[in-house]
């Protein structure tokens, strides 16, 4: 079955480091891959997402190239800020399922 | 714009006690899905479904039961309330549209179970 496997945390940065959460993927089909945030209290928001190989998701300096040959999808960001810690999930999306697969999610802590 | 709204925000039950959570959205989506998210497993999927009239089972459903009359409503039944099931309820609705298969969640329900 489809499945998603993210790096496990947490993460613990200082500010303006390099970030890099990785994700990789089983799915049959050619799934949308997504990855999503969630802020303490909240529910989950979406961060970026891809829809086909290759394509890049970005949003707030956050990107993500979906790879289709080695089954990817890992989170980048130049320069990480205090107000990214959360818990960050990757998803990945197949029609012919109508389901959602998450992974376990990741914790990101910045330190200032 | 509400989106998806769920109540209540807290819940606190006994052993035994059943209960409904409630999940409502104006986007007119035809996918609604419930997950519980526990420490270090993520979201599991509990039910889902694709329109009104039409529900399936998602990862585990056990203990636990819906129902889709309208588009809008997708409720949670617990029918007898066990602490295995403490633990945070996320509501999510997305579109049909291939090409923008975004879901919206709800910000949770974090019910006890004592």
């Known amino acids: 079955g489809n499945s998603v496997t993210q790096m496990e945390g947490p993460v613990t940065l200082s500010e303006e480091a390099f970030l890099t959460i990785n994700c990789t993927y089983t799915?049959?089909?050619?799934?949308?891959l997504f990855w999503y945030v969630q802020y303490p209290g909240e529910g989950l928001q979406l961060l970026l997402k891809?829809?086909?190989?290759?394509d890049k998701g970005s949003n707030k300096g956050f990107e993500a190239t979906y790879r289709k040959e080695t089954t990817s999808f890992h989170l980048e960001k130049g320069s990480v800020q205090v107000s990214d810690s959360a818990v960050y999930f990757c998803?990945?999306?197949?029609?012919?399922?109508?389901?959602?697969?998450f992974g376990t999610g990741t914790r990101l802590k910045v330190l200032a | 714009n509400a989106g998806v709204t769920q109540t209540p925000k807290f819940q606190v039950l006994k052993t035994g006690q059943s209960m409904t959570l409630q999940c409502a959205q104006d986007?007119?989506?035809?996918?609604m899905s419930w997950y519980r998210q526990d420490p270090g497993m993520g979201l599991r999927l509990i039910h889902y479904?694709?329109?009104?009239?039409?529900?399936d089972q998602g990862e585990v459903p056990n203990g636990y039961n819906v129902s889709r009359s309208t588009t809008e409503d997708f409720p949670l039944r617990l029918l007898s309330a066990a602490p295995s099931q403490t633990s945070v309820y996320f509501c999510?609705?997305?579109?049909?549209?291939?090409?923008?298969?975004?879901?919206?969640f709800g910000q949770g329900t974090r019910l006890t179970v004592v």
């Open positions: 891809a829809t086909k190989a290759d």
């Open positions: 799915a049959t089909g050619y799934p949308s």
């Open positions: 479904s694709v329109g009104a009239g039409i529900t």
């Open positions: 998803a990945l999306f197949t029609s012919g399922t109508y389901k959602y697969i």
């Open positions: 999510a609705s997305s579109s049909s549209d291939r090409k923008n298969t975004e879901a919206f």
């Open positions: 986007m007119n989506h035809e996918y």
